[in-house]
């Protein structure tokens, strides 16, 4: 099965450092096939007999502390769900003008609470937009997603889930790996 991982916060300001030819070795020591990435941000397309996202995130994330000794969190997508988070950006679809340069989507481990949310919605946060859609939060940064206050961090801590974001043109490019 076809499957896009994720990984939070590997080659950020020298923390982590994974080379993507060593991540690519690691994913095929462990029995993935056709593994590809996408810039040095720890994106992943590649072919597991896995038969679920929780077993291959797993797997990988297993294999991360062991090889390259990090406890780095680890999603998985399947094929489909990955074209589900394109086919539907309510940014684009109130305003298919909108710059996607401006567009993010926040990937969650899983559906927040209401309670957690309402502290995300009392974040004031300027120009900046977000909606939730299933475990997914779309960002509209306007003034840019260095100055926002919707960043990863600040979701995790409020939400109480596991996130990791991704720019509009990667979510783009890393499907154009499947």
Partial sequence: MQYIVLLRGINVSGQKKIKMEDLRAMCTNIGCENVKTYIQSGNLVLESSATSTTAIAEEIHQALQTTFGF???VMAFKAEAWQTTLDYNPFLE??????IKH?????LD???TV???AKVAAIKSG?????????RIYLYCPNGYGR???????????????????????????????
């Fill in 71 to 73: 406890d780095i969190p």
């Fill in 94 to 99: 109130a305003d298919s003008t909108i710059d």
């Fill in 103 to 107: 567009l993010l989507v926040t990937f």
């Fill in 110 to 112: 899983e559906e927040p």
């Fill in 115 to 117: 309670e957690n949310l």
């Fill in 127 to 135: 120009a900046d937009q977000w909606k939730l859609v299933d475990n």
């Fill in 148 to 178: 926002s206050k919707l960043t990863n961090t600040v979701l995790e801590q409020k939400l109480k889930v596991r996130a990791t974001t991704r720019n509009w043109r990667s979510i783009h490019k890393i499907h154009a790996l499947l």
